[in-house]
C-alpha cells in the first residue's frame, strides 16, 4: 500500500461548487460515459501520439452494460481526442470507422478490480504500444491503475510527471531538484518498482505545468531511462 | 477564511452578514480554489446556458434511448400542458425536467446536478421559477450557486451517489437543492431555504435506485418530472410560512444513516426492486440478449 497524504484529505475535504452543479458531459451516466470518455483521453496522454489500433477489454459493472451506457463509444471517444462533453461521442464508433482506427471490444474478468475498469491496449501512429488499465471511481473521476508493467495511481487532475529509471539510491533527489530548479511544486509523488535494482518508474503529479526544459533535465539525469509529462485533463 | 459544516452553517453566515448563501459560497469557492468570483460566474452561467438548451432540445426531441427504453414522453407532455389538473407551469416543469433526462439517455449534453441520473430536476424547477417571477440571469445564476452550496453540505454529510445513498441521494438531493434555490429566486430568506432543503428531502427518504437493466432511465427519466414538481411544492411551502419540525441538518443525517442501511440491493445494482420484476428482468434479457 501507498501513503498518500491526499487519501487522507479526500475523506474530509470538501466538494467545490462545480463539482456539484456540473461537470457539462454527454450522457448517460458520469461513470459509464463521462468517467469512461476521461479514461480514453488520460489513455491518450500516456500514449503520447495519435492512436492507430486500440484494442480494449471491459471488466465488472462495465462489460455487463457498456452498450447501454454508451461505454464503448465514450472510450473510444477519449482516444480520439474528444472532452467528455463533446457531442460527438455519440458517434464515435463511426468516427473511428472514418479515421480508420482499428479497434475491439471484449469483455474480461479481472477479479476483484473495481467494477468499472477498463484495459486499454493503444499502438500509436509510430508504432508505439502502451497497455493501461484505469477504472471509473464515480462522478466522472478516474484512476489510472497500471501503465504496462507498473501499477500506478493517477488521477489527471494534476500534470505528471513520469520518469522511468534504474531502481538505485539518489535519483529521486536528482529529480525533486530539477523541479526545485524550475520552481514546480509536487503536489503528490509515488515510487514504485518490479523488483529491486531494476528497473522503476516515479510520477509526481505537480502544481504547475511541467515545460519541454524540465523534461530534458530530467532524461539527462544519470540512471534516468525516460522521462515524460501527461498533462492534466 | 470561510468555513462551514451544515446548512446551519451556511444560514448563520449569510444572516450574520446580511447576505445570501450563494453570496457566501462564491467567497468560500474563491479561497478554496483560488477562482476570481468573476470567473466562478462564467463556468456557472454557462453551466445554466446548457440546462436552458437540454430543456429546448428535450421538449422537441422524439428520439429513443439506446436501449429504446424511453424516449418521446417530454414531447407528449409539453403538448399536454395546458389540459392537466396541476396547471401548466407545473406540468411544463415536469416536461423540462423529462425532457432533460430524455436528452441524458440519449448521450446528449447534460449539466450534471448533482448527477447524471437526476439532471433534469434543478434544470426544469429553476426555468419555471424564473419564469413566475422574471428573474435576471444574475439571479439565476446566483440561485445555482445556493443549490451547489447545499449539494456541497449533503455529499459531505451524506452521499449525492445513487450507489451509497439510493435514489434519495441522487434525486432527493437535487430536490434540496431545486427546493433552496427556488425560494432563493423568490426573495426567500435564508432560513427559508433550510426549511425548504429540509422538506424536499424528508419527503423523499429512503427512495430506491432500482433502474432497470442497470440503465439511467427507468424509473429515473419520469421520476425527475416528479421530482422537479416536488422541488416547487417544498419551495411553495417554505415561502408560505411553514416550517419542518425535523430541522435541515436533521434531515440529512436521517438520509445518510437510511442510505447505509438500505439493502445494496436497491444501490444501483440492478439486484432488486424494479429491476427484478418479471417486466424488468424481461427487458434486461432484451436489452442485452442473456
Not at chain 2, 110 to 115: N, S, Y
Not at chain 2, 264 to 275: D, F, H, I, Q, S
Request: contains cysteine.
Amino acid at each position: 500500500m501507498f501513503f498518500r497524504l491526499g487519501d487522507i484529505f479526500e475523506e474530509v475535504s470538501m466538494k467545490g461548487l462545480f463539482d456539484i452543479v456540473g461537470p457539462v458531459m454527454i450522457g448517460p451516466s458520469s461513470s459509464h460515459t463521462a468517467g469512461a470518455a476521461r479514461l480514453g483521453l488520460m489513455a491518450l496522454k500516456i500514449l503520447g501520439e495519435p492512436v492507430v489500433k486500440a484494442e480494449i477489454l471491459l471488466h465488472g459493472s462495465f462489460a455487463k452494460t457498456y452498450r447501454g451506457h454508451g461505454t464503448d463509444k465514450a472510450l473510444l471517444a477519449g482516444i480520439m481526442g474528444f472532452e467528455p462533453e463533446d457531442d460527438r461521442i455519440r458517434n464515435a464508433i463511426d468516427i473511428a470507422k472514418e479515421r480508420k482506427l482499428e479497434f475491439s471490444f471484449d469483455t474480461v474478468d479481472l477479479m476483484d478490480a473495481h467494477p468499472n475498469t477498463a484495459i486499454l491496449k493503444l499502438t500509436g501512429e509510430s508504432g508505439k504500444c502502451t497497455t493501461i488499465e484505469g477504472s471509473s471511481i464515480g462522478g466522472g473521476n478516474i484512476v489510472i491503475n497500471r501503465i504496462d508493467a507498473f501499477e500506478v495511481h493517477l488521477t489527471g487532475q494534476y500534470p505528471a510527471l513520469v520518469v522511468v529509471q534504474k531502481d538505485k539510491p539518489g535519483l529521486i533527489n536528482k529529480i525533486t531538484g530539477v523541479l526545485a530548479l524550475y520552481e514546480i511544486n509536487v503536489a503528490y509523488m509515488r515510487v514504485f518498482r518490479q523488483k529491486r535494482g531494476q528497473e522503476a518508474m516515479m510520477i509526481l503529479e505537480t502544481d504547475e505545468d511541467l515545460t519541454d526544459d524540465v523534461l530534458k533535465a530530467c532524461r539527462v539525469a544519470s540512471g534516468v531511462i525516460t522521462a515524460f509529462a501527461i498533462p492534466a485533463i | 477564511m470561510i468555513s462551514f459544516n451544515s446548512i446551519a452553517d451556511l444560514i448563520k453566515l449569510a444572516e450574520d452578514n446580511n447576505t445570501t448563501i450563494s453570496d457566501i459560497v462564491v467567497k468560500w469557492e474563491e479561497e478554496n480554489s483560488q477562482t476570481s468570483p468573476q470567473q466562478q460566474y462564467e463556468v456557472m452561467a454557462r453551466n445554466w446556458e446548457v440546462m436552458q438548451e437540454s430543456i429546448e432540445k428535450g421538449i422537441t426531441n422524439q428520439q429513443k434511448s439506446l436501449s429504446g427504453l424511453t424516449g418521446g414522453d417530454a414531447v407528449k407532455l409539453e403538448a399536454y400542458k395546458g389540459k392537466g389538473y396541476t396547471g401548466e407551469a407545473v406540468l411544463a416543469a415536469a416536461a423540462s425536467a423529462v425532457g432533460v433526462s430524455e436528452v441524458n439517455a440519449v448521450m446528449g449534453r447534460i449539466v450534471a446536478c448533482p448527477t447524471a441520473g437526476s439532471c433534469g430536476i434543478v434544470p426544469a424547477a429553476v426555468k419555471a421559477a424564473a419564469e413566475k417571477n422574471g428573474n435576471t440571469e444574475e439571479e439565476i445564476v446566483n440561485a445555482l450557486f445556493t443549490a451547489s452550496a447545499i449539494g456541497v453540505v449533503i455529499e459531505h454529510n451524506a452521499s449525492i451517489a445513487g450507489a451509497y445513498g439510493g435514489c434519495q441521494a441522487e434525486c432527493g438531493s437535487a430536490a434540496g437543492m431545486a427546493a433552496g434555490a427556488l425560494v432563493q429566486m423568490a426573495g426567500g430568506t435564508p432560513e427559508m431555504v433550510g426549511t425548504a432543503v429540509a422538506l424536499a428531502i424528508k419527503n423523499l427518504l429512503g427512495l430506491a435506485c432500482d433502474p432497470v437493466a442497470g440503465l439511467v432511465e427507468v424509473p429515473c427519466v419520469k421520476r425527475n418530472g416528479f421530482v422537479a414538481v416536488h422541488s416547487m411544492v417544498a419551495a411553495d411551502m417554505a415561502l408560505a410560512g411553514v416550517k419542518s419540525v425535523i430541522p435541515v441538518d436533521d434531515v440529512i443525517d436521517a438520509m445518510n444513516r437510511i442510505g447505509k442501511s438500505l439493502p445494496r440491493a436497491v444501490k444501483e445494482t440492478a439486484e432488486g426492486g424494479l429491476a427484478t420484476t418479471k417486466t424488468g428482468l424481461e427487458l434486461a434479457k432484451k436489452i442485452f440478449g442473456r
